[in-house]
């Protein structure tokens, strides 16, 4: 069973920068199988797509809104992904979420409610001066 656990949230200055982690563990799981979507639930919004890496790492997708920013990454070997948020802006604030799921990145980011193999708990990050 896949479990999902984000960490790296926090208060940041306009402008900053943050590095949010997704870390999977549990048992009898290849999480070099899995295409690893980032979302985000800002207060009082729905779920949004933030950016999506596919299962080798080999493609990534990026929601408009993020492009240029935000940058997604992965070690397989340590079952770990990474979302690099650069100038961010207040707008940015929200929960970010991880989850783990076999769908192409393109589509992933496109479903933030979709039914995933897993999801983490979340991970708050706020921007404010």
């Known amino acids: 069973q896949l479990e999902l656990a984000e960490s790296g949230g926090g208060l940041v200055q306009p402008g900053g920068s943050l590095k949010l982690s997704c870390t999977a563990s549990?048992?009898?799981?290849?999480?070099?199988?899995?295409?690893i979507g980032w979302f985000r639930q800002a207060p009082g919004k729905e779920r949004e797509g933030v950016a999506c890496?596919?299962?080798?790492?080999?493609?990534?997708n990026y929601a408009d809104s993020v492009k240029g920013r935000f940058t997604t990454s992965r070690d397989n070997g340590k079952n770990t992904a990474y979302l690099h948020l650069d100038n961010l802006k207040p707008e940015d604030t929200a929960v970010y979420y991880c989850?783990?799921?076999?769908?192409?990145?393109?589509?992933?980011?496109?479903?933030?409610?979709?039914?995933?193999?897993?999801w983490g708990q979340g991970t708050q990050v706020t921007v404010s001066s």
């Open positions: 890496i596919s299962s080798s790492g080999g493609t990534t």
């Open positions: 549990g048992s009898r799981f290849d999480f070099d199988f899995f295409s």
């Open positions: 989850a783990a799921g076999t769908s192409s990145p393109w589509i992933m980011i496109r479903e933030p409610e979709g039914e995933y193999d897993a």
